[in-house]
């Protein structure tokens, strides 16, 4: 199937690793030049080399609870675009704090980046003329029986999802779409869950024996999934909660 990408303009933040790097890779795979973020330099030299063709991706290090750094960056990504067709917005940051640090942490990492990245972007969506938003959410934001840690995380969430059913509302008229992928636990070399695996925790046994498949998803099973939702191929693909979860949530999707 051909997906439409080629020659089209995609901004994607974290790209560096995980879920964010195979997105990055699979877009410029069918065709797409990408910029890119992630809170350091770390990851970019391997993510370049890795790429189909290098010439098709912009690089910047950029920590994107900072209004003022996104601001300049996306500036500059859409200069050397030439404009934008695709937002990714991938980043997540589960705060680890206590009490209401937590969730003041959590509002800016979990939520904020997310609408003030939107904000940016819609006027160069406008012009578009195969214009899409996909954020990358997670399964949390359906689920109640989580750890206290979890509690702000998953709010935050939720709260993304009807966001982006707005947005999608709202701006369906002017072309542009709208849509969530929530993925459950995703195991990549380095992630938070490859550490859990090697000390063979109780926490990964548990999220492995949640899945229908008794194993963890992949960030490149994640990337196709955005990758379509976010490409000209789904153009009629607007206000969804795509689960990508390999049925770890035991729910009808409605």
Not at 19 to 28: D, F, N, W
Not at 106 to 117: A, I, K, N, S
Not at 136 to 152: D, G, K, Q, W, Y
Not at 231 to 237: D, E, I, K, L
Request: glycine residues 10%; neutral net charge; aromatic residues 6%.
């Amino acid at each position: 199937m051909d997906l439409g990408l080629k020659g089209k303009r995609a901004i994607v933040t974290g790209g560096s690793r995980g879920i964010g790097r195979a997105i990055v890779e699979c877009l410029i795979a069918e065709g797409a030049r990408v910029a890119t973020c992630a809170r350091g330099e770390a990851g970019f030299a391997a993510l370049r080399e890795a790429v189909s063709d290098p010439a098709a991706l912009r690089t910047r290090a950029v920590d994107v609870t900072d209004p003022e750094g996104v601001k300049a960056w996306f500036a500059d990504a859409v200069a050397w675009l030439g404009g934008l067709d695709i937002l990714v917005s991938n980043v997540g940051i589960q705060s680890t704090g206590q009490g209401e640090e937590r969730w003041i942490t959590g509002l800016q990492g979990d939520l904020l980046q997310h609408v003030r990245l939107v904000e940016l972007a819609l006027p160069q969506l406008f012009q578009s003329d195969a214009a899409a938003i996909t954020i990358i959410n997670s399964e949390a934001n359906v689920m109640v029986n989580l750890p206290r840690t979890s509690e702000a995380y998953a709010v935050f969430k939720a709260g993304l999802v009807n966001y982006a059913a707005q947005l999608a509302l709202r701006y369906a008229k002017r072309g542009v779409r709208v849509n969530n992928v929530s993925p459950s636990a995703i195991i990549f070399p380095g992630g938070g869950w490859d550490r859990q695996r090697e000390q063979n925790s109780d926490l990964y046994r548990n999220a492995i024996a949640m899945s229908d498949f008794g194993r963890l998803g992949t960030a490149e099973e994640i990337a196709r999934t955005v990758v379509f939702l976010s490409s000209p191929a789904s153009s009629w693909t607007t206000n969804v909660n795509v689960r990508v979860d390999g049925g770890t949530v035991k729910a009808p999707n409605y």
